[in-house]
């Protein structure tokens, strides 16, 4: 399924396999024309960290296409720290990207946690004007061409990374039509909901076993 939902993204994406009714032109778009708010995250320093407040998003939250909780390792800063910092506050919604490897570039969509965030300065806050144009991006951004594109367009001495220039000019194709555009994130978003729930009945078939195991194996 993870294969399938792959090529899928390929085709669709990409533009090499349009779905049936669908025949209109595809465009060339800026991330910057997409976007309402293209923003460096803020300059956390570990001073300035506390044990709770407003929680503090960081490259490592950010997995390729999906967010990664890791709540056991998450940090905080102080609503006063918030205040004094002039912090870029992150909403749900919001998509993540990460302008540090590993890959360079990858992204996701920010789910609600019930409190307040903001994030670290290596990653970039994208606020699309439309939701379907974040999770298009998303998908988008899980394909290697895009990764490709994000190396490429990276520089440093020491740790690659791309500034956010780089991706305010970065260019995507989108279909023009908003129904195709909605229809392409639905199919996708049926996938991952398939693989989640896959995932789940391995991990229920692997208990099932470990309880078989203990009950055999000990007599």
């Not at 503090?56 to 997995?63: E, P, W």
């Not at 920010?110 to 994030?119: D, E, G, Q, S, V």
């Not at 909901?193 to 208990?207: R, T």
């Amino acid at each position: 399924k993870q294969k399938q939902k792959k090529y899928l993204m390929q085709q669709l994406l990409t533009g090499k396999k349009r779905l049936p009714g669908f025949s209109g032109k595809r465009k060339n778009f800026r991330l910057f024309d997409l976007c309402q708010i293209i923003a460096d995250g803020d300059w956390i320093e570990s001073k300035d960290q506390s044990d709770r407040g407003v929680r503090l998003i960081q490259t490592g939250n950010i997995g390729i296409g999906q967010f990664l909780n890791k709540f056991n390792k998450a940090h905080y800063i102080s609503e006063e720290t918030f205040t004094r910092l002039s912090c870029c506050e992150v909403f749900p919604g919001d998509v993540l990207l990460s302008r540090l490897p590993d890959p360079i570039g990858r992204a996701c969509i920010i789910p609600k946690l019930n409190c307040r965030m903001i994030t670290a300065v290596d990653c970039t806050i994208l606020r699309f004007k439309k939701e379907v144009f974040a999770d298009l991006f998303v998908y988008y951004s899980c394909l290697d061409a895009w990764q490709n594109k994000m190396v490429l367009l990276s520089g440093g001495s020491t740790r690659k990374r791309i500034t956010r220039k780089e991706i305010e000019n970065a260019v995507i194709a989108f279909p023009i039509d908003e129904k195709e555009q909605i229809t392409i994130a639905e199919i996708l978003s049926t996938a991952d909901k398939e693989i989640e729930l896959l995932k789940k009945d391995i991990e229920q078939e692997k208990l099932k076993k470990k309880s078989l195991m203990q009950l055999l194996l000990t007599g």
